[in-house]
């Protein structure tokens, strides 16, 4: 299921932009289309956090989805239509055997409308339909003004339900994430050189069922069917069927989701730079001190900025301190 | 198969450094085309081709075991003049825009634009404005002050006619001044920091010519590739350490085209795009950049660190001076490298041997040291830390994500297969006097001439992305404690040993050491493209 993964949901969604002219104008009095009007909307939303800890931000030119602390990740684009490639190419015999004139125009694909692509990589605790809509009932809890703004330039936006319709427009136009990816998989030692994640054998699980029934029915082809021809026959469909159900099988354990990675959510994420960050001012104010001073230090540190506590003093998401 | 270029085609300068071969001092004019003056200014390049310095070989050292000795054309210049154009300056000679837009586009928009990604403003500064030298940025103002042309001159140690290389220098020069005028084709560029302000002069003639202002012996090791020696044989003595790392451990040239233009390079393609293919070929690119150095402030710090670093690893001042300054460039100051020797101790008993070693075997033995070693073994960065200065700019194997581990007494192996697209030849010599009494206000440091065919991919990423950044060497925003942008907070971290019972020490609040005080991105031309600017007959279709 790559829409989630090591406790990661991997939203890919594509909601479709409303056609013809917004009721609203630019700021140059110009009229806009909802295409435009999206666009421009995209284009000023803040994306960083001017200040690097919590609480000390402005929250009024904060970024709207740094406001939810599951988002590790996200990215609204229009997508207006398909780019065309050029003629779908031939082999010039091909061509000539087919009687295909080249002079005639081949044909050019089209979307039946432009799309806002909504993107993002949350903490979530399975890849449900329910999990998904509790995320983006939270996100609009808390940026709902500019969700607003966005969202009622696509079809399907209701002004009387924004926060249901909001929620509809999203999970509607989900499409399957098919190459998630995220950066906490795997806690390797630290150093250069790191391998693959050590991954658990799973063929036994795989070839266990199938190559025991194919076995048992085997045995049972050998000593019922009548003829040696029937005995080819059923064998062949055996072997065949089995193969089939191997490959279904692979697929599905291919499918099954990573666990999550200790402490890979956005808040534990944040903890932990912040952690860095000020461990390695603690390191060199503490360079050369005698054992005492160290353990006095330390403990002042602990105090200060309280490993065990997950939420405060953090860093503000969305923030890049030096 | 041997790959032979066509020497009288290159110009100098670019196979083999200028302050290797015998020329100690130079000098760096600045010329911009006058506007309504085209013609002259192409008469004037036409001029100046009679008199650049090609790669052609001369006798020397280097050519005296030559089986063929009809290879050796030239005689070695009093004066060696060598000529580049930044794109502005090809456009104001008339180079077609047809042949201009193949031009990738870090040349089109130039170093100027592009300080703010190379991270060349530092500190309080706003701009570059504020730190460049007059001569760079008097055309944010003043378009009749654009830079277009470079004219490098080198003096040969020991001029034809006895007389000294200075006079020899100077007699050059003022034969180009003589040809330069606002009424004429180009005007001299007036605004280098240094009296009389019409030049940047260069120089080796430091106390210890070996030695940068730092007091590091430099200009150790240089890219090595297919092409750029006469012999074969040389080559493969050159390329060990030099070149690029194959999975079997063995050191090939890299592809002549990571370095001239209209050669294969290291991803099998032709470099350079601009048309027609000889006006690119046997040409290349090359970065001009002034780095002034704060001498005082760099041994003021190192001083300061060394004291607490003595303390705290209870070793002699002299021996965490000494330690610290290794630790932040990769090798100790007399060159030997960390990853030979990581501990002041082991730096010591290895001098000690060198010192020993009679003459004969001594100069063999220290090329190895100095430039045959990998990182594949040093994977947690105890011997030379991942931050500094030698491995960011050139990490050799280390990048290598497919390592063999040690086999018996093999040591792990790594090739240089994601550093092979990003080396860099490095041209150019110190400038200006340092030492007790000078302060840091004074005009002084290295003008390096970074030569490569593609600046964005080797240049600018390495100093992006390699100095100016850690990621790649698991040190997240520190830049490089040498020539790094120093931010308040810049830092750099010794590694300890693991087996160590020391802690890893950290430098903190680094002050900017280097600052880079002027620069431009130039075209360096082949001999047949700089006929083709001269006589004006570019033909791109």
């Known amino acids: 299921m790559p829409n989630f993964d090591g406790g990661h949901f991997f939203l890919s969604s594509l909601i479709p932009i409303r056609e013809g002219l917004a009721s609203s104008r630019d700021d140059t009095g110009n009229s806009l289309s909802h295409i435009h009007a999206v666009r421009e909307i995209l284009t000023i939303l803040p994306t960083e956090n001017p200040i690097g800890d919590a609480g000390t931000q402005v929250q009024h030119y904060s970024p709207p989805f740094s406001r939810d602390l599951r988002t590790h990740f996200c990215r609204m684009v229009v997508i207006d239509d398909l780019v065309f490639v050029g003629r779908q190419h031939q082999d010039a015999i091909v061509s000539a055997i087919r009687k295909i004139n080249p002079v005639i125009p081949g044909p050019v694909d089209h979307l ?45 936006f209701e002004h009387d339900s924004p926060a249901d319709s909001f929620v ?29 994640p050590p991954l658990p054998n799973k063929w036994p699980k795989v070839l266990g069922l199938p190559l025991t029934t194919a076995a048992l029915v085997a045995v049972a082809i050998f000593l019922l069917a009548p003829t040696t021809l029937l005995r080819f026959f059923l064998i062949a469909a055996l072997l065949a069927a089995t193969i089939l159900w191997l490959i279904r099988r692979i697929i599905a354990v291919g499918m099954e989701p990573f666990p999550a990675a200790p402490r890979a959510d956005l808040r534990s994420v944040l903890k932990a730079l912040y952690l860095q960050r ?18 006095a230090k330390y403990l002042e540190f602990v105090g200060r900025h309280q490993p065990a506590s997950v939420d405060s003093p953090t860093q503000a998401p969305a923030s890049i301190p030096s | 198969m041997f790959n032979e270029l066509d020497l009288a085609d290159i110009q100098g300068n670019i196979l083999q450094a200028y302050g290797r071969q015998g020329f100690p001092i130079g000098r760096c004019v600045l010329l911009h085309v006058n506007e309504g003056h085209e013609q002259e200014a192409r008469n004037l390049v036409d001029t100046l081709r009679r008199r650049v310095t090609t790669a052609e070989l001369w006798p020397s050292s280097r050519t005296k075991n030559l089986p063929n000795q009809d290879k050796v054309t030239a005689t070695k210049p009093d004066v060696a003049i060598n000529i580049a ?135 150790i090791g240089d890219p090595v590739f297919e092409g750029q020696y006469p012999q074969e044989a040389d080559l493969l003595a050159a390329v060990i350490g030099q070149g690029k790392l194959t999975a079997s451990q063995e050191w090939l040239p890299l592809a002549t085209g990571e370095f001239l233009l209209g050669h294969v390079d290291e991803a099998q393609e032709t470099s350079g795009g601009a048309m027609p293919i000889d006006f690119s070929r046997n040409g290349t690119f090359m970065a001009y950049r002034k780095m002034h150095q704060n001498v005082n402030t760099f041994h003021r710090y190192i001083e300061e660190k060394a004291t607490v670093y003595a303390a705290s690893h209870g070793v002699s001042e002299e021996e965490a001076n000494e330690t610290l300054r290794a630790k932040m460039v990769g090798r100790w100051s007399d060159g030997i490298p960390l990853i030979h020797a990581p501990t002041y101790g082991q730096w010591q008993a290895e001098r000690a041997k060198i010192s020993a070693m009679p003459e004969a075997t001594r100069q063999a033995y220290l090329v190895q040291l100095l430039r045959n070693f990998t990182y594949a073994a040093d994977a947690d960065g105890s011997r030379c830390p991942f931050s500094s200065h030698l491995r960011r700019s050139n990490p050799r194997d280390m990048l290598d994500p497919t390592v063999s581990p040690a086999a018996g007494d093999a040591p792990p192996r790594a090739t240089s297969v994601l550093n ?49 950044y850690g990621l790649d060497f698991q040190s997240g925003n520190d830049t490089c404690p040498i020539v790094g942008n120093h931010g308040h907070a810049a830092k750099h971290v010794i590694e300890a040993a693991p087996d160590s019972d020391k802690p890893p020490f950290l430098c903190d609040h680094i002050p900017q050491f280097v600052e880079v005080r002027g620069g431009a991105y130039f075209f360096v031309p082949s001999m047949t493209a700089l006929r083709l600017i001269a006589q004006g007959l570019t033909d791109p279709t």
């Open chain 2, 85 to 219: 154009f930044t794109f502005r300056g090809l456009l104001a000679l008339g180079v077609p825009v047809r042949t201009l837009r193949g031009m990738p586009d870090e040349f089109q928009e130039g170093m100027l634009k592009r300080a703010e990604i190379l991270r060349d403003v530092h500190g309080a500064h706003q701009s570059v404005a504020e730190i460049w030298d007059q001569v760079w940025v008097e055309e944010l103002k003043d378009a009749s002050k654009q830079v277009h042309v470079l004219v490098t001159f080198n003096a040969n140690a020991q001029p034809s006619n006895h007389q000294s290389p200075q006079a020899a220098l100077e007699a050059a020069y003022e034969s180009l001044v003589a040809c330069c005028g606002p009424n004429q084709g180009m005007s001299i560029l007036s605004g280098h920091r240094q009296y009389p302000h019409t030049y940047q002069d260069l120089s080796v003639l430091q106390p210890d010519p070996t030695k940068e202002h730092f007091g590091f012996t430099d200009g």
């Open chain 2, 420 to 468: 092979n697209r990003r080396r860099i030849l490095r041209r150019g010599l110190p400038y200006g006097q340092s030492g007790p009494g000078i302060s840091d206000q004074e005009d002084h440091g290295v003008l390096m001439l970074v030569v490569c065919a593609s600046l964005f991919r080797q240049f600018e990423f390495v100093q992006q992305q390699w100095l100016q």
């Open chain 1, 168 to 196: 509809k427009q999203v999970t509607d136009g989900q499409i399957e994430t098919t190459m998630s990816f995220h950066d906490y998989y795997w806690q390797g030692e630290p150093g250069l050189w790191q391998g693959s």
């Open chain 1, 278 to 295: 000020n461990f390695i001012d603690f390191m060199i104010d503490c360079q050369g001190c005698d054992s005492q001073t160290l353990q």
């Open chain 1, 112 to 156: 039946p409308q432009a799309y806002l692509a909504f993107i993002a990589d949350f903490d979530a605790p399975d890849g449900s339909l329910q999990t998904l809509r509790d995320y983006l009932y939270g996100l609009w809890q808390v940026m709902a003004p500019e969700l607003t703004e966005i969202f009622q330039h696509c079809i399907g």
